[in-house]
């Protein structure tokens, strides 16, 4: 089954292409440059390297948030135009659960951090109990002291935590773990399902009323 993966929620944007479980080329990209512009580019590049050619892949991976609101939005954009143009299958998962499945630390509480903006941050709850990844809490959104609270008791994981001066494990190049989370659920949804997470209103919804789909 090959895989084209990619997560644009985080500030790094990240790409993998995957034959099965084996990741054969990615990619993490840190640039001020349009998101958008970046990751086809190097979609073309990483596919190029891996030898695949776009009408062979089968499955196509995305994090659907929550994260960067633009990030999010370019990135499913992106995953319904390729999945409809190549006929490919879609896997979607939250942002949040790829962040603390790349951490495979096993029997401890692993919460991922994301900076959610306005003092605000997203995280969540999961662990691996005799190798199998569970997820224990929904995504959710944090006051600073409310993630600083599980101090001590949990593996934090991602470089937001380190802006409340927690010690974390870092998450380097996160498409790189989707085809794997791909092989073991074998889970799809349709175009129609493909939504986004975000957890919290916009700034344009908040400031100007605007609905943000």
């Known amino acids: 089954m090959k895989v084209l993966a990619f997560d644009t929620a985080l500030p790094a944007l990240s790409i993998a292409v995957a034959d099965g479980e084996r990741v054969l ?59 409809y143009s190549l006929g490919l299958k879609i896997a979607a998962f939250s942002t949040l659960e790829v962040m603390a499945y790349s951490v495979r630390i096993e029997g401890c509480l692993l919460f991922p951090v994301i900076n959610a903006k306005r003092g605000m941050f997203y995280g969540a709850l999961f662990r691996f109990r005799d ?16 993630v600083k609270a599980h101090e001590g008791r949990v593996v934090f994981v991602g470089d937001a935590a380190s802006e ?10 996160a498409a790189s773990y ?11 949804v349709d175009l129609g399902s493909l939504k986004p997470n975000y957890l919290r209103p916009s700034d344009a919804e908040e400031k100007y009323g605007i609905t943000v789909d």
């Not at 190798?131 to 409310?146: N, S």
């Not at 794997?180 to 889970?187: I, N, S």
């Open 131 to 146: 190798g199998v990844f569970e997820r224990l809490t929904e995504d959710a959104l944090f006051l600073p002291e409310e």
């Open 25 to 83: 080329s990615s990619c993490e990209l840190v640039s001020r440059r349009s998101t958008s512009s970046q990751l086809f580019v190097w979609i073309e590049r990483l596919l190029e390297a891996a030898g695949i050619a776009k009408e062979e892949l089968e499955v196509l991976a995305v994090t659907r948030g929550p994260g960067s609101f633009t990030g999010i939005r370019v990135g499913l954009s992106a995953a319904k135009g390729l999945a």
């Open 164 to 173: 409340l001066g927690l010690s974390s494990v870092l998450v380097r190049s």
């Open 178 to 188: 989707m085809p794997y989370l791909v092989h073991e659920r074998r889970e799809f």
